[in-house]
């Protein structure tokens, strides 16, 4: 469910039309519709109703500010998996104790940041992190919240690239090692133990692996128990997947009945007041963005033809990067018989394209198409490939749009470039 929609033959987000806004702002352009965000995160949040729970949106998914603050304000917490990504959740109002910082490589530096400012928890992934965590707690003289993610080893049944919840995988700690390493934490007096966690993948359109991973949790579970641990936090991760093509992921409110399901038992006996702790990214911003570009070329050749559009695989990587299916239209449909067609970008590699042989309604140039489900992980793998700027980024309200990022500048590009002339110049006699 998203707010884009023809309004007879053009494109619209929410009561804007998508024509405007490229001429106002330019192509290549990210449109993102505020009020479907909205509603993912209330749908989300509201499906986990009735059971303590926190919703730390994955600021990875997305991490346009001005949407973060309109989360922030929903109250969503972050999920976050760097000191950047620290710094931006508070910059857009999320209190600290909203946080819970993921990630394999945490450095010393960014435990620090976090310890100082007071998270809700770290996920650990290693007991070297564990060791470190306690190290620089105990010299700031604090307590780190901790908590273990666990690898349950099920297979998620998505793209390798972010299947994370396999045995092979270089995610968490194998469920086989978790009581150790819970026992070892408890060694530390600078740690508190607070929780645990599993993330399996992303993507997730089987119901089935996050099943099979919350009873593995919740075995897991009774013997940490036993041990003598008191959780609080059952942080399960994110991963819910959305339509991109036809696939059929499953509602929110299934979702959370699955996962109610698999972990009960837990709760009427020793957890009553566990806190569950959901990380979605994915499913709230997916849907609720898309790439504006313009077609610069079309050529036919070696009996191919190809759209060639101002939109780069360094705007959005997706499908060159996973070959993943974007659904791209034209925004104002002309009724044009339809051909198929390589829609590609600008840049110098083969990988630049968004679509293989795709039948699309046929376009010309100077044509706007809209790229849809590109709200995650489109503007936030980003690159300056080819020396080409971050394109800009529009919020729409209802009949309301503002600028969320400009379009970076040459002079952005390089302002933190140096050449260091006394190196570089060549000095008469001076063999290298
Ligand atoms: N929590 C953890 C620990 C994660 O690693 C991730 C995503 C999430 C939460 C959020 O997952 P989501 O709800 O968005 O699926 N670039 C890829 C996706 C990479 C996902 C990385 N981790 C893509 O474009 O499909």
Same mark, same amino acid.
């Given at each position: 469910?998203?707010?884009?929609?023809?309004?007879?033959?053009?494109?619209?987000?929410?009561?804007?039309?998508?024509?405007?806004?490229?001429?106002?702002?330019?192509?290549?352009?990210?449109?993102?519709?505020?009020?479907?965000?909205?509603?993912?995160?209330?749908?989300?949040?509201?499906?986990?109703?009735?059971?303590?729970?926190?919703?730390?949106?994955?600021?990875?998914?997305?991490?346009?500010?001005?949407?973060?603050?309109?989360?922030?304000?929903?109250?969503?917490?972050?999920?976050?998996?760097?000191?950047?990504?620290?710094?931006?959740? #508070?910059?857009?109002?999320? &209190?600290?104790?909203?946080?819970? !910082?993921?990630?394999?490589?945490?450095? +010393?530096?960014?435990?620090?940041?976090?310890?100082?400012?007071?998270?809700?928890?770290?996920?650990?992934?290693?007991?070297?992190?564990?060791?470190?965590?306690?190290?620089?707690?105990?010299?700031?003289?604090?307590?780190?919240?901790?908590?273990?993610?666990?690898?349950?080893?099920?297979?998620?049944?998505?793209?390798?690239?972010?299947?994370?919840?396999?045995?092979?995988?270089?995610?968490?700690? +194998?469920?086989?090692?978790?009581?150790?390493?819970?026992?070892?934490?408890?060694?530390?007096?600078?740690?508190?133990?607070? %929780?645990?966690?599993?993330?399996?993948?992303?993507?997730?359109?089987?119901?089935?692996?996050?099943?099979?991973?919350?009873?593995?949790?919740?075995?897991?579970?009774?013997?940490?128990?036993? #041990?003598?641990?008191?959780?609080?936090?059952?942080?399960?991760?994110?991963?819910?997947?959305?339509?991109?093509?036809?696939?059929?992921?499953?509602?929110?409110?299934?979702?959370?009945?699955?996962?109610?399901?698999?972990?009960?038992?837990?709760?009427?006996?020793?957890?009553?007041?566990?806190?569950?702790?959901?990380? +979605?990214?994915?499913?709230?911003?997916?849907?609720?963005?898309?790439?504006?570009?313009?077609?610069?070329?079309?050529?036919?050749?070696?009996?191919?033809? !190809?759209?060639?559009?101002?939109?780069?695989?360094?705007?959005?990587?997706? &499908?060159? #990067?996973?070959?993943?299916?974007?659904?791209?239209?034209?925004?104002?449909?002309?009724?044009?018989?339809?051909?198929?067609?390589?829609?590609?970008?600008?840049?110098?590699?083969?990988?630049?394209?968004?679509?293989?042989?795709?039948?699309?309604?046929?376009?010309?140039?100077?044509?706007? #198409?809209?790229?849809?489900?590109?709200?995650?992980?489109?503007?936030?793998?980003?690159?300056?490939?080819?020396?080409? +700027?971050?394109?800009?980024?529009?919020?729409?309200? %209802?009949?309301?749009?503002?600028?969320?990022?400009?379009?970076?500048?040459?002079?952005?590009?390089?302002?933190?470039?140096?050449?260091?002339?006394?190196?570089?110049?060549?000095?008469?006699?001076?063999?290298?």
């Amino acid at each position: 469910m998203n707010y884009f929609r023809y309004s007879g033959d053009t494109l619209a987000c929410e009561d804007v039309d998508i024509e405007r806004l490229a001429q106002k702002y330019g192509t290549p352009l990210y449109v993102y519709s505020l009020g479907t965000i909205k509603r993912h995160y209330r749908v989300f949040d509201g499906a986990f109703e009735g059971i303590d729970h926190l919703v730390c949106y994955a600021i990875k998914a997305n991490p346009t500010l001005a949407l973060i603050y309109l989360l922030a304000k929903m109250g969503a917490g972050a999920d976050i998996v760097s000191k950047g990504e620290l710094l931006l959740a #508070l910059k857009a109002g999320i &209190p600290a104790d909203r946080i819970v !910082f993921s990630g394999v490589g945490k450095t +010393p530096e960014e435990i620090k940041a976090a310890l100082e400012v007071g998270i809700l928890m770290f996920n650990v992934e290693s007991l070297s992190e564990l060791e470190v965590i306690a190290d620089v707690a105990g010299r700031s003289g604090k307590k780190a919240p901790v908590s273990f993610r666990v690898n349950p080893d099920v297979d998620p049944k998505t793209h390798p690239y972010v299947a994370t919840g396999l045995k092979t995988s270089k995610f968490g700690i +194998p469920m086989g090692s978790a009581l150790e390493a819970y026992k070892r934490a408890m060694q530390l007096p600078s740690l508190e133990i607070v %929780g645990i966690d599993c993330h399996i993948g992303s993507q997730l359109i089987n119901l089935g692996p996050i099943k099979e991973a919350m009873l593995r949790l919740k075995a897991l579970l009774s013997e940490l128990k036993a #041990l003598g641990t008191k959780l609080r936090y059952l942080d399960v991760g994110g991963g819910l997947g959305i339509r991109y093509d036809q696939e059929e992921p499953p509602e929110p409110s299934t979702y959370a009945e699955t996962i109610q399901a698999a972990l009960r038992g837990i709760e009427s006996k020793e957890s009553a007041k566990q806190t569950l702790i959901l990380e +979605p990214g994915r499913v709230i911003v997916g849907n609720a963005g898309i790439l504006v570009t313009r077609v610069l070329y079309t050529k036919s050749q070696e009996g191919k033809r !190809f759209v060639v559009v101002d939109a780069g695989m360094n705007d959005l990587i997706r &499908p060159a #990067l996973y070959g993943s299916f974007q659904r791209i239209e034209k925004v104002k449909k002309t009724g044009a018989p339809v051909q198929k067609a390589d829609i590609v970008g600008p840049v110098c590699e083969s990988g630049d394209f968004f679509a293989k042989d795709r039948e699309i309604e046929g376009v010309q140039e100077g044509d706007l #198409l809209a790229i849809f489900g590109a709200g995650a992980y489109g503007v936030s793998m980003a690159s300056n490939y080819n020396m080409r +700027p971050k394109p800009a980024q529009v919020g729409v309200l %209802g009949k309301g749009e503002a600028l969320l990022s400009k379009r970076q500048t040459f002079e952005e590009l390089i302002q933190d470039e140096v050449v260091p002339m006394a190196l570089l110049e060549e000095k008469e006699g001076v063999q290298p």
